[in-house]
């Protein structure tokens, strides 16, 4: 790979892009649960020395435009506008509303997509970029949870990358 290609480049339907020069050292996901949606995380180490931290929320199924019942708790539908040549291979019809099923949507036919939801952020040390990995924000604040697939990265990330290697599991709360 040129050293000037980004080694991952994440779009959010309709928002903004994340482009990472860097090198990929730890990745994990909740694929194998085989369920219709999934979280994706990766650890990348910067050209500039920084670490990154990639997390995608991500799913397989659309929904019907204009539906009463698949709703995010704001009232917003789920999902974005799409048509059929939106959708991925293996994206499934949502069981409650029930939009037709990919192979019998016409081509200009709208439906509403669970596009990827990405984030990225990047920190200065291993210890904060697991710091953040280890974070999940609940209703009653912030807390430290390590999901599986934050395990599966760091583990990754402890083969790949000499700063990874070295580090404790202890968290600092402060
Ligand atoms: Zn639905």
Redesign the pocket.
Same mark, same amino acid.
Request: glycine share 0%.
């Given at each position: 790979m040129a050293a000037d290609e980004p080694a991952a480049v994440y779009s959010n339907r309709g928002g903004a892009t994340f482009k990472i020069y860097g090198t990929l050292i730890g990745h994990g996901d909740s694929v194998s649960d085989g369920r219709d949606r999934w979280v994706d995380v990766d650890l990348f180490r910067t050209d500039t020395g920084d670490y990154a931290v990639h997390r995608a929320g991500m799913s397989r =199924?659309y929904?019907?435009v204009g539906?009463a019942?698949?709703t995010l708790r704001g009232g917003q539908p789920?999902g974005l506008l799409a048509v059929r040549a939106d959708l991925p291979e293996g994206a499934v019809s949502?069981d =409650?509303?029930?939009?037709p099923y990919p192979e019998e949507l016409e081509d200009d036919e709208a439906v509403l997509f669970e596009f990827p939801r990405h984030s990225v952020k990047s920190f200065a040390t291993p210890q904060e970029a697991v710091t953040d990995l280890f974070s999940v924000r609940g209703d009653s604040g912030r807390g430290f949870s390590p999901s599986r697939p934050a395990m599966a990265a760091l583990a990754q990330a402890r083969k790949n990358d000499e700063g990874f290697s070295v580090i404790g599991m202890e968290m600092d709360i402060r």
């Open positions: =199924v929904h019907r539906n019942t698949c789920k949502c =409650v509303c029930e939009p």
